[in-house]
């Protein structure tokens, strides 16, 4: 099925305007706003035409859409704008892929947790909360995977600055 | 007998004794130990298609040398949450339950280091001092793996000790004595009066023994490679399981006290298995200084082929090493308690019946 | 009397260990020789791949993705350079795509001995180890003819390959295929059905097919399942469907489907079938040149794509955002040890403490992909 039979599918469900499908190289995008996403998740994974039964990939992405200030020692900090989550699904059974997105506001990005619609979204989560800060809501651990616990900051943002310690040790070389 | 000849020359016999109970120490287990490590090596090393130790000595010959030097001169750690006493003596502790049972080993007709009428019994006696030893290692290391490796070995060696002890007794049956001495001498002429093979009995009774004997002594390996602690029973050392099992916190010269243990371990159920089943210090096939006219070259030709059988067994127990994997834990116990135990017993009964024909 | 109460301990397999096949902390809870739960900690290999892919052209990332599954760099080359490849809309030459093939599974190949190499280390069998690193040796040997490197190879560059194959590649390719076929039926001897060995691993660390499903185990976790599902044929990418082959799954001849014994036996016979795709690939390959199709500066247009193949380990996937730019705006790599390290906790509860070892290896992990 293409992208565009499954975005029928899923208007017979849900409300057609919180969507936007965006044209794209690799494939159409399908954006959907934060609040509906653990319900259209289980609605794609138990739908008998669409049954999307694994998830590929889950990313953050830091769009650094927002406005670009300069602070005083020459660093840049972006205020505004958006991170987004992408979900990349894939049914074995029919076949067919989709690609969702979720945009988030910077200043405060809390996204439904689909940990329990796919398991395989337990580790992706905490790594895309470990390097970006995206908060999960109703995921069981949500821990640092990658870094120390007690690191600070969320390295893959554009506008990141390194700590100067940790733990007493000098962290910038 | 060589300890009474000594006993006489010096006057006083408790130094007599005590030199010839003393002597195979000196004389065979410290060239064996040296050189049984370099065999594993190389023998490990041929099978693995590479080329072993090469470089110390000719052909690496020295090797073991080395390593002893290098753990001789390394710092002796003691862990300080350790249990210093337990931690300072396990290792010697294990070192004497081995080492005690070469004393009762007949290396040729003319010496054996105690001639004593309960041989057999003795060094299996003696052979389980060593667990009292592991437990010590273990605990006192203060460390979870090396309990759990403790904890384990000391289950393998008790559990094995059935199926073991069954098998010497369904021999000892026939064979009516426990004097090692004395079931040597007993398998003369060829080989194929060796126990293995139904002895030196006449008739109908020798030949229906051979097949239980040689299951006996299939048994009888079996339990002592898990005595040993060797491979396919090495769950105590399991080193991608534990790091280093029971002795994870030892350095230095204790670590390779536990070595020689082990390397004198091996030969002791060898030339157990050798005495009872294999003849002994016996030839297979007459005496070259018999049939030269030589008569004092005998007993040299006996010490031979007692040390010769024994590290051939030696050598069977490494090459399982490296051929095969390891047993767990429940599968080792299922092994000894559902397999060789019952099949042990069940020989015993056998043995017992052609007995009596 | 009152029962005896036994309390459950937590033992630290922790970074430094002789079988976690890198720096990987297991916590385990165990209740005697019983385990309740298993809890991997990961991270102590964390380089910070993707924010140096942010920070460097696109040919510059080439090397760093080398340095993730460190043990099959060809097919962590192989994913990058044909997602970006499939950004810009470049078609490469036949006779590329025929060597891009050839070098993927002789990786394939190699990656597979050393995992059972390490299985047989972990369950105690210390020489089939040596064995297949002897044949291992093998194909490096092929890949420092070509490009010079043995372990971290920077050989597929966008639009083509760094260097063509020499004139003796063929030759020796094929007399290693010859011997090969010799050293697999010594491995089965030796390893694959002794006794002990299966003993072993035959009905441990079970994983029923739709738990794998749900998990997104992928490769020989999920095939080892009975899930016959294998990306070079069922979400085609290069020329795979030009050769005869056929994909390999876990019918659970030895226990049941989906234990430690049906996922090696999918590696060794994955093994045999790479063996037949590069011996009909060295026939049919075509002559050409290889670095007709390399762009000058790659520079990709706006969008995103994730494009995903078959590595040795699973399911590999390039998520690849691009801005226009020359360097990468986001890569996000979707390891697949990563994902099927997950797994490790559902099969192992309830199972001994040397299971917990034999399910590890089986799942064939490499910490650096896991921690990029």
């Known amino acids: 099925m293409t992208v565009q039979e499954i975005f029928e599918i899923i208007k017979e469900k849900f409300n057609q305007e919180q969507f936007e499908l965006k044209p794209n190289i690799g494939g159409e995008i399908l954006i959907v706003p934060a609040k509906i996403l653990r319900e259209l998740c289980f609605f794609l994974r138990d739908d008998e035409r669409l049954s999307f039964d694994t998830l590929m990939n889950l990313s953050g992405v830091d769009l650094a859409d927002g406005e670009k200030k300069k602070l005083e020692d020459g660093t840049i900090e972006i205020v505004g704008g958006h991170l987004a989550t992408v979900y990349h699904l894939y049914s074995m059974k029919h076949n067919h892929k989709l690609t969702l997105k979720v945009l988030l506001p910077r200043e405060n990005p809390v996204v439904p947790s689909i940990e329990r619609v796919w398991r395989a979204a337990d580790w992706h989560e905490r790594e895309a909360y470990d390097m970006f800060g995206i908060i999960f809501e109703g995921h069981h651990n949500l821990k640092r995977i990658l870094l120390p616990d007690d690191w600070e900051g969320y390295p893959l943002r554009k506008d990141y600055k390194v700590q100067e310690f940790y733990q007493g040790m000098k962290v910038p070389y | 007998m060589i300890p009474d000849k000594l006993a006489e020359f010096f006057g006083v016999n408790f130094l007599g004794y005590l030199i010839a109970a003393a002597l195979p120490l000196f004389l065979w287990i410290l060239p064996y130990a040296l050189y049984a490590v370099y065999a594993e090596r190389k023998i490990s090393a041929f099978m693995q298609d590479r080329i072993g130790p090469n470089r110390v000595g000719p052909k690496g010959l020295f090797q073991t040398i080395a390593d002893i030097l290098k753990l001789i001169q390394k710092e002796d750690i003691v862990p300080s949450s350790a249990d210093k006493p337990l931690f300072i003596a396990a290792p010697y502790v294990i070192f004497t339950g081995t080492f005690a049972a070469f004393a009762a080993l007949p290396f040729s007709s003319i010496y054996i280091g105690s001639n004593i009428n309960l041989g057999v019994f003795y060094i299996l006696a003696i052979s389980s001092f060593s667990v009292v030893g592991i437990l010590m290692a273990g605990w006192a290391g203060n460390n979870k793996y090396s309990l759990y490796g403790a904890m384990r070995s000391v289950a393998q060696i008790v559990s094995y000790e059935v199926p073991a002890l069954l098998a010497i007794v369904s021999a000892v049956m026939v064979i009516g004595t426990l004097n090692l001495n004395e079931i040597s001498e007993m398998q003369t002429a060829r080989f194929w009066n060796w126990w293995i093979f139904g002895g030196p009995l006449q008739g109908i009774q020798k030949f229906l023994l051979i097949i239980p004997m040689i299951i006996a002594f299939i048994i009888f390996f079996i339990a002592s490679l898990a005595e040993v602690n060797r491979t396919p029973f090495d769950i105590p050392e399991a080193e991608s399981e534990l790091v280093a099992g029971f002795h994870t916190e030892y350095t230095g010269m204790k670590f390779a006290m536990f070595f020689l243990a082990e390397y004198g371990n091996m030969f002791v159920v060898s030339a157990i298995s050798v005495s009872i089943f294999f003849g002994g210090w016996q030839s297979p096939f007459g005496y070259l200084g018999n049939s030269l006219g030589i008569s004092w070259l005998v007993p040299f030709e006996q010490v031979f082929w007692f040390l010769f059988k024994g590290s051939f067994l030696v050598l069977i127990q490494m090459w399982l090493r490296w051929t095969l994997p390891r047993l767990r834990v429940d599968q080792l116990m299922t092994v000894c308690w559902k397999y060789l135990t019952p099949y042990a017993f069940v020989n015993l009964v056998l043995i017992g019946i052609i007995t009596l024909i | ?372």
């Not at chain 3, 007399?175 to 076929?181: A, C």
């Open chain 3, 1 to 372: 009397m009152a029962e005896l109460k036994t309390d459950q301990i937590v033992l630290n397999m922790g970074p430094q260990h002789p079988s976690t096949h890198g720096v990987l902390r297991l916590e385990v809870v165990l209740d005697g020789e019983v385990v309740v739960d298993v809890t991997p900690h990961i991270g102590y290999l964390h380089r910070c791949f993707e924010k140096h892919a942010e920070a460097m052209t696109y040919p510059q990332v080439i090397p760093y993705t080398d340095r993730m599954d460190y043990l099959s760099s060809m097919y962590n080359n192989f994913g990058y350079v044909e997602a970006v490849e499939r950004l810009m809309n470049i078609e490469v030459p036949e006779r590329v795509k025929y060597i891009r093939v050839i070098m993927g599974e002789l990786q394939r190949i190699a990656n597979h001995l050393v995992a059972v190499g390490t299985f047989g280390i972990d369950i105690g069998a210390f020489t089939p180890f040596l064995y297949c690193f002897r044949d291992r040796e093998r194909i490096l040997d092929l890949f420092e003819m070509t490009c010079g490197a043995r372990l971290l190879y920077n050989y597929m560059w966008v639009g083509g390959v760094s260097h063509d194959l020499p004139p003796n590649f063929i030759p020796k390719a094929k007399e290693f295929l010859k011997d090969f076929k010799k050293s697999i039926k010594e491995l089965n001897d030796l390893l694959s059905y002794n006794k002990i060995f299966i003993e072993r691993t035959a009905n441990i660390g079970i994983l029923p097919a739709d738990t794998a499903i749900n998990y997104g185990c992928s490769g020989p976790v999920l095939r080892g399942s009975g899930v016959e599902w294998d990306l070079r044929k069922n979400d085609p990418y290069s020329i795979y469907d030009r050769f005869e082959w056929e994909v390999v799954t876990g019918k659970g001849e030895m226990g049941t489907v989906g234990d430690c014994w049906d996922r090696y036996m999918v590696r060794v016979r994955e093994m045999e079938q790479s063996c037949r795709i590069v011996e009909q690939a060295l026939e049919q390959i075509p002559d050409g040149d290889v670095t007709s199709a390399i762009p000058k500066r790659v520079k990709p247009p706006a969008g995103e794509i994730y494009f995903r193949v078959e590595s040795p380990k699973g399911e590999l996937g390039y998520h690849i955002i691009s801005d226009g730019s020359l360097n990468p705006f986001r890569v996000k790599v979707r390891a697949p040890s990563f994902v099927n390290l997950q797994i490790l906790p559902v099969i192992s509860r309830g199972y001994l403490v040397a299971d917990i070892i034999a399910n590890l290896g089986s799942l064939d992990i490499v910490l650096g992909e896991i921690d990029r």
